[in-house]
């Protein structure tokens, strides 16, 4: 049976007009342990639908914060407007609203099947609103002093959608001015409408974020490749891919030819390199 604890919204930034970021601070004690990549089932009672309304979304705050959840959350209007983000785009700081304690699989893989640490890069490539549970991984890697390489790819429409830059950016800056010993994390992103006039400052990668695993024209090396400064293999490499089920299509069409396996198709040895999570 679901039971449904209630928060409040302590914090609401409208990023944009469908696009916004809010957190729940729980009514009763403190944000129940769970794990980064997880999501939350977050609900309310809709009058027209004469019952409650639960979705998923993925937990943009580490587990280590413990007086609320953060989400990052798009307002779904086509074809016709979603339930639930239609009743949260509407939403105040201070409304109530219920949730269901984390779950979920899409949770970072720290050790190899026979036990031994992982410690291969990882790459965390999200598309849009599919960048959420990265934010967490990466909040969680810092606090818990990981020294894995961290590369994250995000891809939006447009510069406004690309959420949570300022944090990524100084998490990068952190990693530069600190050591790659210490910390080792990089952030690109990529724009896959440059051609409109709202993305005319954007100067850095174009296309979909799948498109930092294409090898640039006329060379054998890919945007990633040359980010990192080697070859991507299984043996260095593993990917974890959240968005569209077009954006986990189009990486693994880079990914499977070279080698890499996901976790649904996993080898004899029960080891794996991609992990991804999508629905749309
Ligand atoms: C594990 C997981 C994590 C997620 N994390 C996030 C996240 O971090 N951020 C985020 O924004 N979303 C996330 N989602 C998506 C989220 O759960 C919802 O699916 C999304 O917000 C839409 O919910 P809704 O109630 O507004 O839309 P719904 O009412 O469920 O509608 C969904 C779609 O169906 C269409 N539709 C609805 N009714 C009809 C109809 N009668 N005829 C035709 N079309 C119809 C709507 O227009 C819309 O396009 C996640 C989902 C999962 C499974
Ligand atoms: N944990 C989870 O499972 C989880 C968490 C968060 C979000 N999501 C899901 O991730 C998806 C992202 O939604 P969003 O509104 O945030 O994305 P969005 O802003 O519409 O798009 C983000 C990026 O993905 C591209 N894109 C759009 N449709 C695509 C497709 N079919 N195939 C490949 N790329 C595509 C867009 O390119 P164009 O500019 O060319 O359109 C854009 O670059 C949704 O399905 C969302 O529900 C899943």
């Not at 850095?204 to 945007?223: C, I, N």
């Not at 070859?231 to 986990?248: E, L």
Request: glycine share 10%.
């Amino acid at each position: 049976m679901v039971v449904d604890n209630k928060g409040r919204i302590s914090y609401l930034r409208v990023l944009k007009e469908d696009l916004l970021i809010l957190r729940i601070t729980p009514n009763e004690g403190q944000v129940p342990d769970f794990k980064a990549g997880q999501f939350l089932t977050v609900g309310t009672h809709i009058p027209r639908e004469g019952k409650v309304i639960r979705r998923a979304y993925s937990i943009a705050s580490p587990p280590e914060q413990k007086s609320n959840f953060e989400l990052l959350i798009r307002w779904v209007r086509k074809p016709v407007p979603g339930r639930l983000t239609t009743e949260i785009f509407n939403i105040k700081e201070g409304d109530e609203i219920s949730w269901v304690k984390p779950t979920g699989i899409f949770t970072i893989n720290q050790t190899k099947p026979d036990g031994t640490p992982d410690q291969r890069r990882m790459v965390l490539i999200g598309g849009g609103t599919g960048l959420a549970p990265f934010i967490a991984y990466s909040l969680h890697l810092k606090s818990t002093n990981s020294k894995r390489e961290i590369v994250v790819l995000h891809g939006a429409s447009y510069v406004d959608e690309l959420s949570y830059r300022e944090l990524l950016t100084q998490l990068e800056d952190e990693s530069i001015e600190g050591g790659r010993d210490k910390w080792n994390f990089r952030y690109r992103a990529s724009i896959s409408r440059p051609q409109e006039w709202f993305n005319r400052t954007w100067g850095g990668q174009k296309g979909r974020v799948e498109s930092f695993l294409r090898p640039k024209a006329g060379t054998d090396k890919s945007p990633l490749e040359e980010l990192v400064g080697e070859k991507i293999t299984p043996d260095n490499t593993c990917f974890y891919v959240c968005g569209w089920q077009g954006t986990v299509d189009g990486a693994l069409d880079y990914l499977v030819p070279k080698g890499f396996v996901t976790d649904r198709q996993k080898r004899k040895d029960g080891s794996y390199d991609v992990k991804f999570e999508s629905y749309g």
